[in-house]
């Protein structure tokens, strides 16, 4: 069974940075080149809402809210999603998850947890102003 861990998460002040990973196993192949990829923010008291997704073959998409300053990355070798932040904002205060989408496809996933049906613990993120 395919498990994700996420990790990198912290406090941090408004404009710093933090990389989140999300180490993929329980797979005989790396999932991160077999699979779509997503990651996820979960914030007190609001629903899920997608981040950034990347495709089998590369391909990315992203929320207007963190277009340009956050990055999503991965790395077969290792099996590991990465997200790259900078310029926080208090209002990226939230629990990031890493997830695996459900259709294989070489183009990006869409941003929505429903088509995602693997997911992580989550991480804590927290942006003081």
């Known amino acids: 069974q395919v498990q994700l861990v996420e990790s990198g998460g912290g406090s941090v002040q408004a404009g710093g940075s933090l990389r989140l990973s999300c180490q993929v196993g329980g797979a005989s192949r790396s999932s991160v080149n077999q699979h779509g990829l997503g990651w996820f923010r979960q914030a007190p008291g609001k629903e899920r809402e997608g981040v950034a997704t990347i495709g089998q073959g590369g391909m990315t998409s992203y929320a207007d809210s963190v277009k340009g300053r956050f990055t999503i990355s991965k790395d077969g070798a290792r099996d590991t999603l990465y997200l790259q932040m900078n310029n926080l904002e208090p209002e990226d205060t939230a629990t990031y998850y890493c997830?695996?989408?459900?259709?294989?496809?070489?183009?990006?996933?869409?941003?929505?947890?429903?088509?995602?049906?693997?997911w992580g613990q989550g991480t804590r993120v927290t942006v003081s102003s």
């Open positions: 997830a695996i989408a459900r259709i294989v496809s070489l183009a990006s996933p869409p941003l929505s947890p429903a088509a995602f049906v693997y």
